[in-house]
T-cell receptor
Framework: NAGVTQTPKFRVLKTGQSMTLLCAQDMNHEYMYWYRQDPGMGLRLIHYSVGEGTTAKGEVPDGYNVSRLKKQNFLLGLESAAPSQTSVYFCASSPLAGGRTDTQYFGPGTRLTVL | SQQGEEDPQALSIQEGENATMNCSYKTSINNLQWYRQNSGRGLVHLIL?????REKHSGRLRVTLDTSKKSSSLLITASRAADTASYFCATVRRDTGNQFYFGTGTSLTVIP
């Protein structure tokens, strides 16, 4: 099993450009998450999904959109990138255990710089 | 806002010593988890403790949970250089059972 994979690993954008980050998991997990990690801030939840075709906002959703068309994939889109979106982005997935979420499995991260 | 706060922010110890880091949180939880992050990598799950548990062990790790004080501690015994990493606590709150809230992390350096 590859676990959770993220594409791309690094990206540099200019202000106003758009891009999509892809997350894929092969563990048949129900839940998937997108976080951003900034120095001294820990991880902050952007959006999450509790199943195929569903998405929900997290703590810092502004400027991002997501889609979960297939259970194994969770896409994070930036429509018009801003320098404030420079960060490391992590995707995670989690199985549904006993009706509640349990351990999260993380991807290796995508380092995004917006100039 | 951050649900969890780790203390200390940074910790430096000699190999073989024990490392203790603490986590405080704000609201009622279903469970609390600890994760490790090596530099430039994703987070890796270490241990989970449920709200009705007070202590849990896994290898060299010992986690305690005090729900009355809304706090948890992670003890790493007989530390090794390979334990050098950042450690984060994450809570799953009762009111938002499918979201994880991460603290700001403790950076641990184990000196060989």
């Amino acid at each position: 099993n590859a676990g959770v994979t993220q594409t791309p690993k690094f990206r540099v954008l200019k202000t106003g450009q758009s891009m999509t980050l892809l997350c894929a998991q092969d563990m048949n997990h129900e839940y998937m998450y997108w976080y951003r990690q900034d120095p001294g801030m820990g991880l902050r939840l952007i959006h999450y999904s509790v199943g195929e075709g569903t998405t929900a906002k997290g703590e810092v959703p502004d400027g991002y959109n997501v889609s979960r068309l297939k259970k194994q994939n969770f896409l994070l889109g930036l429509e018009s990138a801003a320098p404030s979106q420079t960060s490391v982005y992590f995707c995670a997935s989690s199985p549904l255990a006993g009706g509640r979420t349990d351990t999260q499995y993380f991807g290796p991260g995508t380092r995004l710089t917006v100039l | 806002s951050q649900q969890g706060e780790e203390d200390p922010q940074a910790l430096s110890i000699q190999e073989g010593e024990n490392a203790t880091m603490n986590c405080s949180y704000k609201t009622s939880i279903n469970n609390l988890q600890w994760y490790r992050q090596n530099s430039g990598r994703g987070l890796v799950h270490l241990i989970l403790i449920r709200s009705n548990e007070r202590e849990k062990h896994s290898g060299r790790l010992r986690v305690t949970l005090d729900t009355s004080k809304k706090s948890s501690s992670l003890l790493i015994t007989a530390s090794r250089a390979a334990d050098t990493a950042s450690y984060f606590c994450a809570t799953v709150r009762r009111d938002t059972g499918n979201q994880f809230y991460f603290g700001t992390g403790t950076s641990l350096t184990v000196i060989p």
